[in-house]
Antibody
Framework: QVHLVQSGAEVKKPGASVKVSCKAS????????LHWLRQAPGQGLEWMAV????????TYAHNFQGRVTMTRDTSTSTVYMEMSSLRSEDTAVYYC????????????????????WGQGTLVTVSS | DIQMTQSPSSLSASVGDRVTITCRAG??????LSWYQQKPGKAPKLLIY???SLQSGVPSRFSGSGSGTDFTLTISNLQPEDFATYYC????????FGQGTKVEIK
């Protein structure tokens, strides 16, 4: 069955960088896009970035362009999210999630949704 | 980005109740709407995709409806394990979420 297993909690100082991993298993890694999302304490969900594991192409949310880099290692079925210039507002639980889809023949495009999630990684930014 | 607005932000209900949560999109998103359940300290879980399609393994007391800008999630016969926070999510243009609806025990 599908599993997304993330790396452990991190504590970083403001201005530092953090790299979080997400190892996929139970399916063909290159077949499904993978995303990173985050959730600040007591807050809602925020989408950050997506990667096509087959090609390595990425798309970032406006709020994270230039500060977040998403990469993948097909040999280990792992995706990574690296965030630089950390600030206290980046304290959050970071999730990876798999993107499933259905083809919408009425609009000739793909309808996507997150079908599997990692367990989350708490990143704390504090001096 | 397409803004998603859920209502109410929280509600109190009893076991056995029928609960309805509403999600409104800032522009038409066709049926590119999914619903997630999140319990404290856990990752979100997919309930509904395509506005009304039930994810495999999700109890049939959960149902979704709507298209365009207005959507609803209904939980019939609320069970103890259903007390959680629920989020709507659109994938029509980029990816955005509603702010969440917390379902609490009355």
């Amino acid at each position: 069955q599908v599993h997304l297993v993330q790396s452990g909690a991190e504590v970083k100082k403001p201005g530092a960088s953090v790299k979080v991993s997400c190892k996929a298993s139970g399916y063909t890694f290159t077949t499904y896009y993978l995303h990173w999302l985050r959730q600040a304490p007591g807050q809602g969900l925020e989408w950050m970035a997506v990667i096509n594991p087959n090609s390595g192409s990425t798309t970032y949310a406006h709020n994270f362009q230039g500060r977040v880099t998403m990469t993948r290692d097909t040999s280990t079925s792992t995706v990574y999210m690296e965030m630089s210039s950390l600030r206290s507002e980046d304290t959050a639980v970071y999730y990876c999630a798999r993107d499933d889809l259905q083809y919408d023949s009425s609009e000739f495009r793909e309808m996507r949704y997150f079908d599997y999630w990692g367990q989350g990684t708490l990143v704390t930014v504090s001096s | 980005d397409i803004q998603m607005t859920q209502s109410p932000s929280s509600l109190s209900a009893s076991v056995g109740d029928r609960v309805t949560i509403t999600c409104r999109a800032g522009q038409s998103i066709s049926i590119y709407l999914s619903w997630y359940q999140q319990k404290p300290g856990k990752a979100p879980k997919l309930l509904i995709y395509g506005a009304s399609s039930l994810q495999s393994g999700v109890p049939s007391r959960f149902s979704g409806s709507g298209s365009g800008t207005d959507f609803t999630l209904t939980i019939s016969n609320l069970q103890p394990e259903d007390f959680a926070t629920y989020y709507c999510h659109q994938s029509y243009s980029s990816r955005t979420f509603g702010q969440g609806t917390k379902v609490e025990i009355k």
